[in-house]
């Protein structure tokens, strides 16, 4: 009994709270965007199609810097420590948005946009890769459920934000939550794996390229990025075009993209629950990895077969797909249990965010497949797509739920 005590009071314990809390911040700010962009732009004097084009360019901003940000702060917190990426990332963060609230030009947004998103790029992975380390293997797995499922709740509180406030003070009040989570962080100590690490000396600390140098090391990498590809599948088409999709289905009312986006996230708060709550009854990654994949499938023939139903029905079957998708937290802890101590937060933080640079390629089969086949032929052609290579990328993979988390790669 006092063994299980032990157990919940680590669960709960500080590094576990403020890495929620910055995976939380994370969150509010990537759907934050996604909801003011419209009416941000309309300040800035834009109109009709500019509307779209300047969108696409400011998202794809955002996007090449939380790529080259998960790149830079993995190597960094493999070098550095776990915890100092944590202070510099949310610290560049939330400067950047609180510019982004007094910007007031084309040219400045993107700029901000691209360095809020590299500092985005190191909270997720920094976080669950400190949480991994700082927990005993038995119950890690309720940590990152943890981190996750408080995280995503971060876009409850950007649509309600943004409903109620200017986006100005929008972006405003989301640089004063990250100054605040940096506050809370002074507190927490470094990952006891990462010091002894520090003190051996360990050859190729945080070397990126380490990870492509060897033929099965680069197969676990890749597998780690696709088995998170089908969740990106259903956020960055079927619920970003969810108004083109409902109209083509013959949905009785009109659909809002935001609606649809707050139905998802708050499916993935529970799905990330259900997920690691079931890993830990179970004692496996892969097999709930597996049934949430399933349960995706499952989403997507409801998603395409619901027929001409209302708006509510359409946001019911958003939160199905959220809720099949929250198997994202076990996706990155699986990720970070597959490598080293000396790689592991290069690899916790590049493939999250791989995963969701993943949305350009795929958004660019969604196009192609569009062309011949239909708005809802190539949705599902892409889907199908992805759904395989995440099946077989799963089936690659070993099984990391007993597997102890203190040894290192090794390099000839």
């Known amino acids: 009994m006092a063994q299980k005590a032990v157990g919940v009071h680590q669960i709960f314990s500080l590094p576990v709270i403020v890495a929620a809390l910055g995976y939380f911040v994370d969150i509010y700010d990537l759907v934050l965007f996604s909801i003011v962009r419209v009416p941000s732009l309309k300040t800035l004097g834009l109109s009709g199609q500019e509307l779209i084009d300047s969108g696409v360019y400011l998202l794809n901003m955002q996007m090449a810097g939380m790529l080259i940000g998960g790149i830079l702060w993995g190597i960094l917190g493999d070098r550095k420590g776990r915890l100092k990426i944590m202070f510099g990332s949310i610290f560049l963060y939330s400067i950047a ?66 409903s109620t406030y200017d986006w100005r003070n929008a972006f405003i009040i989301g640089g004063v939550l990250g100054l605040l989570l940096l506050i809370a962080r002074i507190s927490v100590a470094e990952s006891g794996m990462f010091k002894a690490m520090e003190n051996k000396k360990v050859a190729a600390r945080g070397n990126f390229l380490a990870l492509f140098s060897e033929r099965k090391r680069f197969y676990r990498y890749l597998n780690s990025i696709l088995i998170g590809v089908p969740i990106w599948f259903v956020v960055g088409i079927l619920i970003t075009f969810s108004p083109e999709f409902a109209r083509a289905l013959g949905t009785t009312g009109p659909v809002s993209a935001g609606n649809a986006v707050m139905f998802c996230y708050l499916g993935l708060v529970f799905g990330d629950l259900s997920s690691g709550l079931l890993s830990q009854a179970l004692r496996s990654r892969k097999k709930v990895i597996l049934l949430y994949m399933l349960l995706t499938i499952s989403g997507v023939g409801l998603y395409f077969l619901q027929g001409a139903q209302s708006p509510n029905f359409f946001y019911g079957v958003c939160l199905f797909l959220g809720f099949a998708g929250g198997y994202w937290a076990i996706f990155v802890t699986v990720a970070a249990e597959q490598f080293g101590t000396n790689l592991r937060a290069t690899v916790a933080t590049t493939v999250p965010n791989f995963v969701r640079g993943m ?52 390099f000839p």
Not at 115 to 133: M, W, Y
């Open 97 to 162: 948005n609180f510019a982004n609230g007094m910007v007031q030009s084309l040219e400045g947004y993107a700029a901000l946009r691209f360095i809020a998103g590299i500092g985005l790029a190191g909270e997720l992975g920094a976080g669950i890769t400190l949480v991994s380390e700082v927990l005993h293997t038995s119950i890690r797995g309720y940590g990152t459920m943890l981190v996750a499922s408080v995280g995503v709740s971060g876009a409850i509180l950007a649509n309600m934000v943004a």
């Open 359 to 410: 949305v350009v390629p795929i958004t660019l089969l969604f196009q192609f497949f569009r062309r011949p086949l239909g708005l809802q032929g190539g949705a599902l052609a892409v889907g199908a797509i992805c759904l395989v290579a995440g099946f077989l990328a799963l089936r690659s993979l070993e099984e990391t739920f007993h597997k102890d988390l203190d040894y290192y790669e090794e």
